[in-house]
């Protein structure tokens, strides 16, 4: 069985500053997948970043990095020079890779809610 | 590019009516899934298809609950009879590879 938790309900940052969004998984898969999503007051699903368990580096897309840390089952969000526009709320999701009935199957935390002060 | 379109994007009904939510995968995706988010348990998967064929339902809540997926693009899932508890925000997403799901914009559900 999988599980994800994120500890912080919320959190405020001030605009142009980084942000670290924490994440904790426990899983008995070998290999799976790590995700962040990003769920503004609209409503829609954003996909921000992938980290695969097998990936040796730490995944980069433009403001968002993954900081993975496997032995510690960690996978924490960075968003760095936030921008008014990343209030939203931000979603951490696993999945098992491999085998056709559990590939993509996402389980996502409660989320942290984030909110950019100017 | 169109992404996964669904609708209605708001329903309204009255407990005991059917409810039939509706979603277009983004073409040439072969996974579809569907997810449910509501404030009490989040987000939770329904149910997904591969190929047309669905997967795994153990996220259904129970019997009132079905999916269909009759082709590639497109695909159902309905609630009959529908009851307040259901009142929810449901997701459809698609993936090609299983790894990034691009979400639909949702159906909001309220059932009186």
């Known amino acids: 069985a999988q599980k994800i938790t994120q500890t912080q309900p919320g959190m405020f940052v001030q605009e142009k500053e980084a942000v670290t969004l924490d994440c904790t998984y426990d899983t008995s898969d070998p290999s799976y997948g790590l995700f962040w999503y990003k769920q503004p007051s609209s409503g829609e699903m954003i996909f921000l970043i992938y980290?695969?368990?097998?990936?040796?580096q730490n995944a980069t897309e433009g403001r968002y990095s993954l900081n993975f840390q496997k032995a510690r089952k960690s996978a924490n969000l960075v968003i760095s020079a936030s921008q008014l526009g990343d209030s939203a709320m931000y979603f951490c999701a696993m999945s098992p890779l491999g085998g056709t009935d559990s590939w993509g199957k996402l389980q996502f935390g409660a989320g942290t809610q984030v909110v950019v002060t100017p | 590019d169109a992404g996964v379109i669904q609708s209605p994007r708001h329903e309204v009904t009255e407990m005991g009516q059917e409810v039939t939510l509706r979603c277009k995968p983004i073409s040439g995706h072969n996974s579809l899934f569907w997810y449910r988010q509501t404030m009490m348990r989040g987000l939770e998967l329904l149910i997904y298809?591969?190929?047309?064929?669905?997967?795994?339902d153990s996220g259904m809540p129970e019997d009132r609950f079905s999916a269909k997926m009759p082709n590639a693009s497109f695909s159902t899932l309905k609630i009959q009879p529908s009851e307040p508890r259901d009142s929810a925000v449901y997701f459809c997403?698609?993936?090609?590879?299983?790894?990034?799901?691009?979400f639909g914009p949702g159906t909001r559900l309220t059932v009186l």
């Open positions: 997403a698609s993936s090609l590879t299983g790894y990034e799901q691009f």
């Open positions: 980290q695969g368990s097998y990936d040796q």
């Open positions: 298809f591969n190929n047309n064929v669905p997967i795994d």
